[in-house]
């Protein structure tokens, strides 16, 4: 069994308490049931001046910084429905589409992630609360922002071949004879070979591997066409 992630690298978590709690005066880094959560007041800064504060909850997965944080809002100023990208079923917030989250080569830092997606949502929040429109051109939420982010990186609008590209690239290895994700039916030598492998430079598998089983997981909890039929 692997071990958690705070007890397999004591030094990780000792670093980002310290640097969370420097950061942000009015957070904590705790544990509780082998689970290490950030918990308290997050200010929202512009310009030097604090225009905004929530209350928030951090959880960190099991396989920190593998995973990104779940994020709740605890004080009630966000409803909980989807264009306001919070999972209206459990109030789980969508600050970023996880793996280009992973993709960034400063994931493992928990202040960065407070610096940028998590300030970014909550600058948005606040501004739609003023009757403002999201700004940043923020993804969509869900699964369909997954596919919007993988669908740039990979050059298609086609969610078939954005999930064959990315069951591709979750294989440690990439293979010659095996038939290209683009569609063609050719092998892959034949055809989309360079682009893959250079592709394979920018996501690792195991951001790819993360990616699939986000994707497979959502197609078991309803109809695939919906997904592969839109283009």
Known sequence: MRKLWYKANPSLLAKMKTDVE????????????????????????????????????????????????????TGGKIPWKYDRHVNPDNGEACPIVPEEWLLS?????????????????????????????????????GIDGLFEAYGELLGTTDRGATFRYLTCLSNNRIKGHWE???????????????????????????????????????????PIVNYFRQR
């Open 105 to 141: 080569p400063d994931h493992d830092s928990l202040v960065n992630f407070l610096d940028c997606p998590l300030r970014n949502f909550f600058m948005g929040q606040s501004l739609v609360e003023q009757g403002d429109p999201w700004p940043f051109g923020g993804r969509s939420h």
């Open 22 to 73: 420097k950061e942000y005066p009015d957070l904590r880094v705790l544990e509780k049931d082998n689970t290490i959560f950030v918990v308290g007041t997050f200010p929202l800064v512009f310009e030097g001046l604090t225009v905004d504060r929530y209350e928030i909850e951090l959880r960190l997965p099991p396989d920190f910084p593998d995973s990104i944080p779940v994020v709740r809002e």
């Open 180 to 222: 290209c994700p683009c569609g063609s039916k050719k092998k892959l030598r034949n055809c989309h070979l360079d682009d893959v492998c250079t592709l394979k430079t920018k996501v690792p598998s195991w951001v790819a591997k993360k990616a699939v089983e986000r994707l497979l997981k959502t197609m078991s909890r309803g």
